[in-house]
């Protein structure tokens, strides 16, 4: 089974900035659609960004202009940069590979921010 293991979060204050990385334990991300999803509390998992095999990105609304997506096929890894955090930024985020056959996600990291 393929693995995803998230890393770089923590607590930081508002206006201050992450860059989450999510290491695959093969080569899938050359191969599918890479995402980032974010849970608060009481909330529903949502769509933060997305990089697909094109190289394609697309992103929620809350977080344009301030979070970037992107891919290292060598390293086998995704990323988030994200940039101007905010308060509402606070959940646990997710990273997610889809293939044409298989959908992996990872355990997730929290990121907190706190005003």
């Known amino acids: 089974q393929v693995q995803l293991v998230e890393s770089g979060g923590g607590s930081v ?3 201050g900035s992450l860059r989450l990385s ?4 093969e080569s899938i991300f050359s191969f599918g659609t890479g995402d980032w999803y974010r849970q608060a ?13 094109d190289g394609s ?4 609304d809350s977080v344009k202009g301030r979070f970037t997506i992107s891919r ?10 994200m940039n101007n955090l905010k308060p509402e930024d606070t959940a646990v ?3 997610r590979c889809a293939t044409l056959t298989n959908t992996y996600w990872g355990r997730g990291t929290q990121v907190t921010v706190s005003s």
């Open 22 to 25: 999510c290491v695959a334990s």
């Open 93 to 95: 985020y997710l990273c």
């Open 57 to 60: 990105t697309t992103y929620a």
């Open 72 to 81: 290292d096929n060598a390293k086998k890894t995704i990323y988030l940069q």
């Open 13 to 15: 204050q508002a206006g």
């Open 41 to 53: 509390p009481g909330n529903q998992r949502d769509l933060v960004a997305r990089v697909t095999k």
